[in-house]
């Protein structure tokens, strides 16, 4: 399988695991793997145009990096990258909570995420 596409297979695996996630109330584990569907969408991006993929989290960061090499208008991903990278790392430790809603609006980000990046 080229790059790109491991990258995007990773991303939907992880939208898949957040999707499972919610369905059984596991709201923090949603959080953290519909950043991590949302991660790997961008970095397929990069591979898609032979960039270096950045070694972040951070995704704000990597939208910054794919404007930069104008790869993508960051501005529609800005909201969901935004919400999205505070739960890379809070959402695997005790004093983190998600409810349900945040869940499922992490879940609706990333996919949109997943969606552009397909689109790209």
């Not at 992880?14 to 953290?32: E, I, K, T, Y």
């Not at 959402?91 to 809603?101: I, K, L, N, S, V």
């Amino acid at each position: 399988m080229p790059p790109t596409e491991d990258w995007i297979h990773k991303a939907e695996e992880d939208m898949a695991v957040a999707r499972l996630a919610v369905a059984n109330a596991l709201w923090s584990p949603a959080c953290f793997h519909a950043q991590q569907a949302a991660e790997k969408a961008l970095k397929a991006l990069f591979e898609s145009v032979a960039l270096p993929v950045p070694r972040t989290h951070d995704l704000v960061v990597l939208l910054d990096h794919l404007e930069s090499a104008r790869v993508l208008d960051p501005q529609p991903l800005r909201e969901a990258a935004l919400v999205l990278s505070a739960y890379a790392v809070d959402a695997r430790y005790p004093g983190f909570e998600a409810d349900p809603d945040e869940a499922r609006e992490a879940v609706r980000l990333a996919a949109a995420v997943l969606e552009r990046s397909r689109a790209q």
